[in-house]
């Protein structure tokens, strides 16, 4: 409601276009190259049920698909410590796997080499495109994760060393980049 003198024109509205919606994107990668682009099913939840069924059905496969010879030393995984992450079912898998989990201390964004290293430049990348339909949506995030070249990947985990280097200086604490 707005306040208007009755000879004023009426407001003209907008119709806006509904949007595409989200798509939810898990992305494993090691120092050479994306391994696995997951994206969640409209309308579910991510739980350590889904998180663990990812794990050991789709990621699992995918490394093992690796060249001969890049696996030499078994899967160092990282992952923040969300409740999907941590809840019992999750930990129980990864244990059946015999990956090894990277602790994540609280507050550590730093730690977090996907979150700004990886998702930042892709939304900058994609920014301002429109998608009619999610497949084109997927395809150019696949595109861009392809096109970006090994030392993108390879320089992330070079700083997520420096990282841990400072986080086990400062015992825990947080620290600025």
């Known amino acids: 409601m707005q306040w208007k003198h009755t000879s004023s024109p009426s407001s003209k509205k907008f119709k806006s276009q509904p949007s595409a919606g989200k798509l939810l994107l898990t992305v494993f990668w090691d120092s050479q190259r994306p391994i696995l682009e997951h994206y969640m099913e409209k309308g579910v939840r991510v739980t350590s049920v889904n998180y663990s069924n990812m794990l050991r059905i789709e990621l699992r496969p995918a490394i093992r698909s690796k060249p001969r010879g890049r696996l030499t ?3 160092l995984l990282l992952h923040d410590n969300a409740r999907r992450h941590t809840a019992h079912l999750t930990i129980s898998t990864i244990l059946q796997l ?18 700004f290293r990886l998702f930042g430049p892709l939304k900058n990348a ?4 429109r998608f009619a339909a999610d497949n084109e949506a997927k395809e150019a995030v ?13 320089n992330d985990i070079k700083k ?13 604490d947080y620290f600025e980049k």
């Open 73 to 75: 030393q078994g899967v």
């Open 98 to 115: 015999n990956w090894e989990v990277l602790e994540h201390p609280a507050y550590s964004p730093h730690l977090a080499p996907s979150d």
């Open 126 to 129: 994609l920014r301002g495109r």
């Open 142 to 154: 696949h595109d861009w994760l392809h096109s970006q070249p090994q030392t993108f990947f390879s």
């Open 160 to 172: 997520l060393t420096d990282s841990w280097a400072k986080c086990i200086e400062k015992k825990g």
